[in-house]
């Protein structure tokens, strides 16, 4: 099914009767962005997706020929958006951003949760109420067919546990460990009861973070895999020799049996735009690269 309206192109997939939604904030500017979203749909489809709809929101990219294509992953949606959206604190960031870079990040944080609103806003219009919800960043490789049935195990077994992600970090104004939206999944029930969103509220709180504040400070808990990227002895556990090479800024998510389980490039889009050997973390296309090589 195919839907065109004057703000988005809705190409219909697999999602009814389905608990868990998994949604991508999309944006590709060129073909190696559309490369790496490519290779993240990839490797999703190749793992356990029972119960659970993909949902690939994708905010004002140029149309080109490189643009990934319903017609590449039938089983998963495709929201087109048209236009972009306005930054909801557009004063406050004129006066607390110094640097160009630092405002594009910024923007960057807004526009991937509105993104994520954007698909729980259009559940409500076609009645599809998930349990649960994954948000996910265009860069990163499921090297685990378990992996999501894992997550949704944690959550059912612990009716206090509000998130299960992949890199648990303080947020910015350091005061909380809160989980990194590039692999976050929500109970959704009690992301509605707490009445939460996963805007930014900088200085302090980055996309999805004051939402994890907010949880953490009526009682609830997170719960985060063992990453090697924030606990750098966990490389020595790392036993498949193809993951032992791929750098310091790389997210190599394991789970309780060491297994590695999910990865995450860091910075895809940028490294898309900038695509140099950057202190000799992997590019761009060393990373779309090593994924057809090994998978």
């Given at each position: ?10 190409y ?6 389905t ?24 490797s ?33 949606n ?22 160009l ?46 992996i ?13 546990l ?30 509605k ?21 907010k ?18 002895s ?25 297994d ?10 940028s490294k898309?735009?900038?695509n ?12 779309i ?7």
């Amino acid at each position: 099914m195919h839907l065109e309206t004057k703000d988005y192109t809705y190409y219909r997939g697999e999602y009814k009767n389905t608990n868990t939604a998994i949604i991508f904030a999309s944006y590709q500017p060129n073909k190696i962005a559309s490369d790496l979203l490519r290779v993240a749909l990839n490797s999703l489809s190749k793992i356990d997706l029972e119960n659970c709809s993909v949902w690939i929101i994708d905010v004002a990219s140029p149309n080109s020929e490189n643009l990934v294509k319903h017609s590449e992953f039938k089983k998963f949606n495709f929201l087109y958006v048209k236009f972009l959206p306005q930054d909801l604190n557009k004063n406050i960031f004129q006066k607390i951003l110094n640097f160009l870079s630092l405002r594009s990040k910024r923007e960057g944080s807004f526009i991937n949760s509105w993104s994520i609103h954007f698909a729980l806003n259009y559940f409500k219009n076609i009645s599809y109420d998930p349990k649960y919800f994954l948000t996910l960043q265009t860069d990163i490789i499921f090297t685990s067919y378990n992996i999501l049935g894992n997550l949704k195990l944690k959550l059912e077994q612990n009716k206090n546990l509000i998130a299960a992600g992949f890199r648990e970090q303080p947020n910015l104004g350091k005061k909380y460990k809160i989980l990194h939206s590039l692999g976050c999944m929500w109970n959704y029930d009690l992301f509605k009861k707490l009445n939460l969103n996963l805007y930014p509220k900088f200085p302090n709180f980055d996309l999805a973070e004051y939402a994890i504040a907010k949880s953490l400070d009526k009682g609830y808990e997170t719960y985060s895999l063992k990453n090697a990227r924030t606990d750098k002895s966990l490389i020595n556990n790392i036993k498949e020799e193809k993951y032992q090479h791929l750098g310091d800024g790389v997210d190599i998510c394991l789970n309780e049996n060491s297994d590695v389980v999910f990865l995450h490039l860091g910075r895809g889009i940028s490294k898309s735009l900038d695509n140099k050997d950057n202190n000799k973390k992997f590019t761009a296309k060393e990373w779309i690269s090593w994924y057809y090589k090994n998978f």
